[in-house]
């Protein structure tokens, strides 16, 4: 079963790129790594999914290297709304177990 | 959609009472799951439904824990009897497509339960 780790916390002030990285060392071969967005008092929000090497959509990129044992989520030019603790996720497409990572809370300071 | 609704939002029960955290899931969705928030252990999958079907309920932590789905647009999370320690945000997510556990997921709001 695969287990992921992340830190705990990371800082920043708004403008600046903000990269997040999430420890899978026991990720299965069909395992997908999505990430999401926890605002306190609400359930998480979809971020962004990948498999393999990079993805982007309209508010972050995916990196994902070659022996996907980790992911880094990347937020570009981060404001203060996006402060927040971002999960990675961690699905194994034959059991279908999932395992959400420790969480990373982000602030983000003016 | 009104998304994924979950009722009540908050539960304050004392300790060997029967709680049952009730959950919609958005329609058309063919997958549901609930998970548990503590700080503790974060987040949590407790069970996992498709097409009403459980899948996966390995998380269930005690016989004490029950979910049911008798229809595409409801479930329900039984615990009976409650103890101290299950108190614990418990969020209900669904999702789109079924069997692929990690597609994305919409949460609902959750349910703050407190045990006494």
């Known amino acids: 079963l695969a287990k992921t780790t992340q830190p705990i916390s990371m800082d920043s002030y708004e403008g600046q790129e903000v990269n997040i990285t999430c420890s899978h060392n026991n990720i299965a071969t069909n395992d997908y790594i999505t990430w999401y967005q926890q605002f306190p008092s609400q359930g998480p929000r979809f971020i962004i999914q990948?498999?393999?090497t990079k993805v982007t959509n309209e508010v972050a990129s995916l990196f994902i290297p070659a022996d996907r044992k980790s992911s880094t989520l990347s937020l570009p030019r981060v404001s203060l709304s996006d402060t927040a603790v971002y999960y990675c996720l961690v699905g194994d497409y034959n059991t279908d177990k999932l395992i959400f990572g420790t969480g990373t809370r982000l602030q983000v300071f003016p | 959609d009104a998304g994924v609704i979950q009722s009540p939002r908050h539960e304050v029960t004392e300790m060997g009472q029967e709680v049952t955290l009730r959950c919609k899931p958005i329609s058309g969705h063919n997958s549901l799951f609930w998970y548990r928030q503590t700080m503790m252990r974060g987040l949590e999958l407790l069970i996992y439904?498709?097409?009403?079907?459980?899948?996966?309920d390995s998380g269930m932590p005690e016989d004490r824990f029950s979910a049911k789905m008798p229809n595409a647009s409801f479930s329900t999370l039984k615990i009976q009897p409650s103890e101290p320690r299950d108190s614990a945000v418990y969020f209900c997510?669904?999702?789109?497509?079924?069997?692929?556990?990690?597609?994305?997921?919409?949460f609902g709001p959750g349910t703050r339960l407190t045990v006494l």
């Open positions: 997510a669904s999702s789109l497509v079924s069997g692929r556990a990690a597609n994305e997921q919409f």
């Open positions: 439904f498709n097409n009403n079907v459980p899948i996966d």
């Open positions: 990948g498999y393999k």
